[in-house]
Structure formats: structure tokens, C-alpha cells
């Protein structure tokens, strides 16, 4: 039985000691960091406020920025429904560079009342996210004409 716990006991201790991050490691990890990109958007929501249902698309640009020491690629843009649509630089960012993301809401593509859409960025730096709101008005005209008698809402 003592031999069986030091056993378990040695294999615990050596488990314990290869686990362990080397002094090199760290170095390697934290240098690795440093060159790797890093996506960074001052400010990720934006809203558009009320947007007449009819008037025509509204447009956003995000602007973003390559914090990282590697170069930025921005590889795709998800966004949440069909009434956004999204432009996106295809180009490598240079570390300290900035790029636009381009985010265009069309009213008439969905339902009036308040929206609110989540566009995802998926890049070499990972996966960010940021949202696009407002409401979307269904304009009724204030004066309607029936039977040549003239109504003011």
C-alpha cells in the first residue's frame, strides 16, 4: 500500500513539473503576443436614430484600428440579417494602420419599429462584434383628401 501512494504521490509531482511554464516559455509567449494583430474599434455600436422607412439606406463607417505588431486581415463580415450589408478593406492592415468597416442598413428590407443588428468581424485577430440601431419609421401622411373633404390628423 506505501509503495502504491508513492507512486501516485511521484506520478503527481512529475504531472505537476512538466506542466509548468519554462522561464523560455514565457519569453516565447509573450513575444508571440506582441506580434500578433490586435483589432481595436474606439466605438463598436452605432445608432442611426429614426430612419424613414422609405428614404433610402443609411450608412455607418466604423473605423478601426491594427493595435498588434503582425499584420491585420479582416476575412469576412457576418452580419445578422439581409437588410445590412457590410464592406470591408481586403487588404492587410499594417500594424499602427487603420482600416473602415462599412455598415449599410436598407429600412425598406424589413419591418418598421426599433431595430437593433449584430455584425460580426472575423479577422486573424480573432472575432469582434459590433451592432448597428435605431427605429425605422413608417411615414403616414398628415393630410389625406376623401370625398374632396379635407382631414388634418
Given at each position: 500500500m506505501k509503495k502504491i501512494l508513492m507512486l501516485l504521490l511521484g506520478c503527481l509531482c512529475l504531472a505537476a513539473t512538466h506542466g509548468?511554464?519554462?522561464?523560455?516559455?514565457?519569453?516565447?509567449?509573450?513575444?508571440?503576443?506582441?506580434?500578433?494583430?490586435?483589432?481595436?474599434?474606439?466605438?463598436?455600436s452605432w445608432n442611426f436614430g429614426d430612419v424613414p422607412r422609405k428614404g433610402g439606406d443609411v450608412s455607418h463607417d466604423f473605423v478601426f484600428r491594427?493595435?498588434?505588431?503582425?499584420?491585420?486581415?479582416?476575412l469576412?463580415?457576418?452580419?445578422?440579417c439581409s437588410c445590412v450589408k457590410a464592406s470591408f478593406p481586403?487588404?492587410?492592415v499594417a500594424p499602427g494602420e487603420s482600416g473602415t468597416?462599412?455598415?449599410?442598413?436598407?429600412?425598406?428590407?424589413?419591418?418598421?419599429?426599433?431595430?437593433?443588428?449584430?455584425i460580426q468581424i472575423i479577422s486573424n485577430a480573432g472575432r469582434d462584434v459590433v451592432t448597428v440601431r435605431g427605429t425605422s419609421l413608417d411615414e403616414e401622411?398628415?393630410?389625406?383628401?376623401?370625398?374632396?373633404?379635407?382631414?388634418?390628423?
Open positions: 509548468a511554464p519554462q522561464s523560455g516559455d514565457a519569453l516565447q509567449s509573450g513575444a508571440a503576443e506582441k506580434e500578433a494583430p490586435v483589432l481595436h474599434i474606439d466605438a463598436p491594427n493595435d498588434g505588431g503582425a499584420p491585420l486581415v479582416v469576412r463580415v457576418v452580419t445578422s481586403k487588404r492587410p468597416i462599412r455598415i449599410t442598413y436598407e429600412p425598406h428590407k424589413s419591418e418598421p419599429g426599433t431595430f437593433s443588428k449584430v401622411p398628415k393630410v389625406k383628401i376623401k370625398n374632396d373633404k379635407l382631414k388634418i390628423k
